[in-house]
């Protein structure tokens, strides 16, 4: 009898293990929330990408390790909602994304991705502080680049198509979606500050498209491991967007969206996936700043400033930009867990 019990209770348990590697006890993710990078700590200090989406949503919830993540990554879980911050770069971001999409203690069925952050936005059409939602992403790395002093023409863009890179290159995110989203928040009102205003109308000379007040906006972005400024990578980033035929105009430049488009798209997710993103600078250089100015720690006159409050590059606008970035965002969030997205 003995025997027979202990069979009975080891055929239990093994029935009891195959049901919940099966799903059976899945965690059922509504919304997984995608930032980049945070500035310190996830609560309470200055602002990165992750921590208003981290206060506002998951804190004090559980906490998960996900294996092959990124590293000191965990996965915040709380009533449907998750974030992980994945790491800057596309390595990074695909790498994270489908690390969390691989494991099977979560149930991604029912999910919505939103990729979430910071960028830098398009001269001539975008001011600091604009919040946009992404129609699609491209791949700035891929191709031919080329550098103008060895161009017959330099003056012309450095970029050059190649087809066969196609399939990874440009990533057309669900036009419906996007018009959903779009339409839920397109009248959302943005703040901006005096200074960045100040820095903007001085830049550019008080050109009209330089001087309004941020908006929320429709575009495409353009992601590009190398973290470039300039009107000949500008002019690159329109001619790429010409040639995919891209549904909106140049507006950001970032670093991770398209992998992360091209990861959810092999999983089958791509019709799911919703970019919000803020612009903190621009995509050219400002106020006599320049490359070695921002990049080269010996240059003399180097200031890694980024995020400060007196930023030759992004002036005051940082955190601003990412209050921003979660007026728009907590929208489309709340919207997806009460089912009227």
């Keep these: 009898m003995k025997k027979i019990f202990s069979f009975l209770l080891m055929a239990l348990v093994a029935i009891s293990f195959v049901s919940a590697s099966d799903g059976g006890e899945k965690i059922d993710v509504k919304v997984l929330i995608l930032p980049k990078f945070e500035s310190g700590d996830l609560s309470g200090d200055f602002p990165g990408e992750a921590q208003y989406y981290y206060e506002n949503y998951v804190e004090g919830g559980e906490e998960y390790e996900i294996k092959g993540g990124f590293e000191n990554s965990k996965l915040y879980y709380k009533d449907g909602v998750a974030l992980y911050v994945t790491g800057m770069g596309k390595v990074n971001t695909a790498l994270s994304l489908s690390a969390i999409l691989l494991d099977d203690r979560f149930d991604f069925s029912d999910c919505y991705f939103l990729s979430t952050g910071c960028a830098g936005s398009a001269v001539g059409s975008t001011v600091m502080g604009d919040v946009f939602v992404i129609s699609a992403a491209i791949d700035f790395d891929l191709g031919h680049h080329a550098d103008p002093r060895e161009m017959a023409d330099p003056s012309r863009p450095t970029w050059f198509a190649d087809p066969s890179y196609n399939s990874a290159s440009y990533k057309l995110l669900d036009q419906d979606l996007v018009a959903r989203v779009y339409d839920l928040v397109k009248d959302i009102e943005l703040e901006t500050t005096e200074h960045t205003k100040d820095f903007m109308a001085y830049t550019f000379n008080n050109e009209e498209w330089a001087v309004r007040d941020p908006m929320v906006k429709r575009g495409t972005t353009v992601s590009g491991d190398n973290y470039w400024k300039g009107y000949y990578d500008h002019e690159n980033a329109l001619l790429q967007t010409e040639y995919y035929g891209a549904p909106d105009p140049f507006a950001l430049t970032e670093m991770e969206d398209v992998a992360l488009a091209v990861v959810l ?55 601003t930009a990412m209050e921003n970035n979660f007026k728009v965002g907590s929208v489309v969030v709340d919207a997806i867990l009460d089912g009227t997205l």
Excluded: C, H, K, Q
């Design 265 to 319: 798209d092999r999983f089958g997710y791509l019709d799911r996936y919703i970019i919000i993103r803020d612009s903190v600078n621009m995509d050219v250089f400002m106020n006599g700043a320049g490359p070695e100015s921002l990049w080269d720690p010996e240059y003399e006159n180097y200031e890694d400033t980024l995020a400060s409050e007196e930023s030759v590059e992004a002036a005051d606008i940082f955190a």
